[in-house]
């Protein structure tokens, strides 16, 4: 009743002045600086804590941005900059990180089940605890990446360049690491019971005290 109330109201206006009502509602919002539409310019910027669930953020320039502890539940990044990006404690079910960059950024303890991210460029980031269970890494470039008891059950890291990877302590079961590069990575108490392994490389892994990895490589 009170969108109607005031829809009526609005007819009995002069243009502009019901312009003057309407303005800025279909403007992006702005928070601390950033405003937050695709392909937004927000290198650095300040959004511990943000709220950014359902936005569409794709190719947006968030380099160095600090996003600890925020809710990116099904939020767009689709080919966004997070190079050096602190995403500690974020939430982010179902987060698009599909041919996103995120080299050396810091994802610590992140809820990131579901997360879509064919493509990722995220060398040397640090995935240390989170959990991404379900996650399509498919094609991925993580290589020097840690992934230090990240939990990965179920993912898909098909094709995806692990090369000198940190996965000690990962949980890996179920997962999916057909035609993945593991070289020299370090599989180290790591657990793969039915991951999937066709044509995956394992040239100087570091495979002590890893339950189910291939041995006989």
Not at 53 to 71: E, F, I
Request: aromatic share 6%.
């Amino acid at each position: 009743m009170r969108t109607l109330a005031f829809a009526s109201a609005l007819l009995f206006l002069p243009p502009t002045q019901a312009g003057d009502y309407l303005a800025g509602l279909d403007q992006p919002p702005v928070l601390n600086g950033c405003t937050l539409a695709r392909q937004t310019q927000c290198p650095g910027a300040d959004l511990r804590g943000a709220d950014l669930s359902h936005r569409d953020l794709s190719a947006a320039h968030l380099k160095g941005a600090d996003l600890t502890g925020a809710n990116l539940n099904h939020t767009n990044l689709r080919g966004a900059n997070l190079d050096g990006a602190h995403l500690d404690g974020a939430s982010g079910y179902r987060l698009n990180l599909t041919r996103a960059s995120m080299r050396g950024a810091s994802v610590h303890h992140a809820q990131l089940q579901g997360l879509q991210a064919e493509y990722l460029f995220a060398q040397g980031a640090d995935f240390s605890g989170s959990d991404l269970t379900g996650a399509d890494l498919g094609f991925a470039r993580l290589s020097g990446a840690r992934l230090h008891q990240t939990r990965l059950a179920f993912a898909r890291l098909e094709m995806a360049w692990l090369p000198k990877a940190d996965l000690g302590e990962a949980d890996l079961t179920g997962a999916n690491l057909q035609e993945a590069k593991l070289g020299w990575a370090n599989l180290a108490q790591a657990i793969l019971t039915a991951a999937r392994i066709h044509y995956a490389t394992f040239e100087g892994t570091d495979m002590e005290g890893c339950t189910d990895c291939p041995f006989d490589w």
